[in-house]
């Protein structure tokens, strides 16, 4: 059956619908995803937003760290160990990608140009921000899933965070 009225928001799980979605929802209706969310509620949202904007200035040399926070089995099109790699390697041949999981996570960040986070389901607030301190303290930008994913499609200022 179809809704007789729009809602006032759409949350979507899969950060890989985000565009999709956008494009079949009624303007009056907000969107969100589960990976944004999770990152409002465990981790710096307003920093991971601003830390996005650093993908204007990445490039070939540039290497970005993936941490997922969870160490589960990995899907053959998991999004953090094979989906955000390839947008990466697409806008930015030649960009190294180093993946960590679970409670892997370096010391020493400097390494890297960004940061890419899960939205942290598996651990509490304090962990999640412990990784965001960490960073910030290195002045390495961090950014999380769901945030990335909206800014590369281009609907980063259509998202609710």
């Known amino acids: 059956t179809k809704i007789k009225s729009s809602p006032d928001l759409v949350i979507t799980v899969f950060n890989k619908l985000f565009k999709y979605v956008y494009e079949n929802i009624s303007s009056e209706s907000k969107l969100t995803s589960f990976s944004v969310l999770m990152a409002g509620y465990k981790g710096d949202l307003n920093y991971y937003a601003k830390s996005v904007e650093i993908l204007e200035r990445l490039n070939g040399d540039s290497t970005v760290l993936i941490a997922e926070c969870c160490s589960h089995a990995p899907l053959s099109e998991d999004i953090g160990r094979v989906k955000i790699p390839r947008m990466l390697k697409k806008k930015f041949p030649g960009i190294g990608v180093e993946i960590v999981s679970g409670t892997d996570f370096p010391d020493d960040l400097t390494k890297y ?46 998202v609710i965070y």
């Open 113 to 158: 140009d960004l940061i890419i986070t899960c939205g942290g389901c598996m651990f509490n607030r304090r962990y999640i921000m412990t990784r965001v301190n960490q960073a910030k303290g290195q002045m390495i930008p961090m950014t999380n899933y769901g945030i990335f994913i909206a800014y590369v499609n281009g609907i980063l200022d259509k």
